[in-house]
């Protein structure tokens, strides 16, 4: 438990042992469930933590309280890692009133059977609590349906749900200017570009919504308290929602005994020598998605090659180009490159892609190899780097 201003305490929880977020995303630093707790005339809860942490977590209320009942649970967010805790709560406090939108209380109906003592909120409303009076903000889709968030609009501190939030465990320290937070730029643009990446509307149309409103705080559901980088990180998200790179270029590529591996090589050297300075080269069988995601959101430029695999594309660079898609990213250059034995198809299929699905603005032409490197295949390998570093660079 950790104080944070005016009786609004830290209740949250750190998960190191967790391997995989929603199964999918690697946690190689964990990740906190954050949870606060406003004791104030009325007693405020925000948010729960996942369901395995529950003795930590009424350990921390009770340290807080003792034997106080809790008056309110603010639910900004029904996915488990936040709403596993809800049914075990209401046995410790029968008469907590749980705090919602309509699509919470269908989201809490179906996952937990929790059907009473709700008080529902529309965009706009507040909520006296004494000293604090909390008003709430409807940001539906960042990332589900339900999502909302909640101010405080006395102390200033916005309870964000997911939004603003990062991978990574935290080591002590929980407010932004008591910690070294180089890590959690990284950690927050990959959350971003994995989990909420594909709703960059909502996500701008919540921005829009907290324009005018005094924030001092961001209080996420994931990784520190932001306050004295609290503008940095709406800009993140502005940036990110917006689809706005930096730039930079992601070459991605499959291969299996090294044949495609050195065009990827030989385009990086020539993207390099025309003088991008960002370059991100990724096997994609050996690097998780997550990670090539977070850079292709964060760089303009994207160069993919693969080999055709069971007169198909590639297994790993299927995947990921699917996952590209699923995304809606935008303003992108693109090139590709790709290889084949006896039947070609690589190419022709990473280009179908970008046709049908993800209309990135194409760059050079692309580069198609059978079986091994020629002197011939090399330079259009730098030829396409060539061009992209033409296309980054104007
Ligand atoms: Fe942290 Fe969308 O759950």
């Given at each position: 438990?950790?104080?944070?201003?005016?009786?609004?305490y830290?209740?949250?929880?750190?998960?190191?042992n967790?391997?995989?977020?929603?199964?999918l995303w690697?946690?190689p630093?964990g990740?906190?469930y954050?949870?606060?707790?406003i004791?104030d005339?009325?007693?405020?809860l925000?948010?729960?933590?996942?369901v395995d942490?529950f003795?930590?977590?009424?350990?921390?209320?009770?340290?807080?309280?003792g034997d106080?009942?809790i008056d309110?649970?603010?639910?900004?967010?029904?996915e488990?890692d936040?709403?596993?805790?809800?049914?075990?709560?209401?046995?410790y406090?029968?008469?907590?009133?749980?705090?919602?939108?309509k699509?919470?209380?269908?989201l809490?109906?179906?996952f937990?059977g929790v059907?009473d003592?709700?008080?529902?909120?529309?965009?706009g409303?507040t909520?006296e609590?004494?000293h604090?009076?909390?008003?709430f903000f409807?940001?539906?889709?960042?990332?589900?349906?339900?999502?909302?968030?909640?101010?405080?609009?006395?102390?200033?501190?916005?309870f964000s749900?997911?939004a603003?939030?990062?991978?990574?465990a935290?080591?002590?320290g929980?407010l932004?200017?008591?910690i070294?937070?180089e890590?959690?730029w990284?950690?927050?643009?990959?959350?971003?570009?994995?989990i909420?990446?594909?709703?960059?509307?909502p996500?701008?149309?919540?921005?829009?919504?907290l324009?005018?409103?005094?924030?001092?705080?961001?209080?996420?559901?994931h990784?520190?308290?932001?306050?004295?980088y609290?503008d940095?990180?709406?800009?993140l998200?502005d940036r990110?929602?917006?689809?706005?790179t930096?730039?930079g270029l992601?070459?991605?590529?499959?291969t299996?005994?090294?044949?495609?591996?050195?065009m990827?090589?030989?385009?990086?050297?020539?993207?390099?020598?025309a003088?991008v300075?960002?370059?991100?080269v990724?096997n994609?069988s050996?690097?998780?998605?997550?990670?090539?995601?977070?850079?292709?959101f964060?760089?303009?430029?994207?160069i993919?090659?693969?080999?055709?695999?069971?007169?198909?594309?590639?297994?790993?660079?299927?995947?990921l180009?699917?996952?590209?898609?699923?995304r809606d990213i935008?303003n992108h250059?693109?090139g590709?490159?790709?290889?084949?034995?006896?039947?070609?198809k690589?190419?022709?299929?990473?280009?179908?892609?970008?046709?049908?699905?993800i209309?990135?603005?194409?760059?050079?032409?692309p580069?198609?190899?059978?079986?091994?490197?020629t002197?011939?295949?090399?330079e259009k390998?730098?030829?396409?780097?060539?061009?992209m570093?033409e296309?980054?660079r104007?």
């Open positions: 438990m950790i104080e944070l201003k005016n009786k609004i830290y209740v949250g929880v750190n998960d190191r967790k391997s995989l977020f929603e199964g690697p946690l630093s990740v906190t954050n949870s606060y707790l004791d005339d009325k007693v405020c925000i948010d729960s933590v996942e942490f003795s930590q977590f009424i350990e921390s209320l009770h340290e807080v309280l106080r009942k309110y649970l603010v639910v900004n967010h029904m488990p936040h709403s596993g805790s809800i049914k075990l709560l209401r046995k406090y029968p008469d907590i009133q749980v705090i919602g939108n699509k919470s209380f269908d809490l109906s179906g937990y059907d003592n709700h008080l529902e909120v529309k965009h409303d909520l609590l004494g604090h009076t909390l008003k409807m940001t539906p889709m960042v990332h589900w349906p339900e999502t909302m968030m909640t101010l405080d609009v006395t102390d200033h501190v916005l749900g997911d603003f939030g990062c991978f990574g935290l080591n002590g929980l932004d200017s008591d070294n937070t890590w959690a990284l950690e927050m643009t990959r959350y971003y570009s994995n909420v990446g594909k709703y960059g509307t996500v701008q149309n919540a921005l829009k919504k324009a005018g409103e005094q924030i001092d705080y961001i209080c996420s559901t990784g520190p308290v932001w306050h004295e609290a940095r990180v709406v800009s998200y990110m929602s917006k689809y706005e930096e730039p992601v070459i991605c590529y499959g299996m005994y090294g044949n495609t591996e050195r990827a090589e030989c385009i990086a050297r020539a993207a390099s020598q003088g300075k960002n370059i991100m990724y994609v050996k690097t998780h998605h997550s990670y090539i995601l977070r850079d292709i964060r760089y303009r430029g994207l993919v090659g693969a080999p055709t695999y069971n007169n198909g594309l590639y297994h790993e660079m299927d995947v180009l699917q996952e590209i898609a699923n935008k250059y693109i590709w490159f790709g290889s084949y034995g006896w039947a070609s690589a190419v022709q299929k990473i280009g179908e892609w970008n046709e049908q699905h209309h990135f603005d194409v760059v050079g032409e580069v198609e190899m059978k079986q091994a490197l002197e011939e295949t090399k390998c730098r030829a396409l780097g060539r061009a570093a296309k980054l104007g």
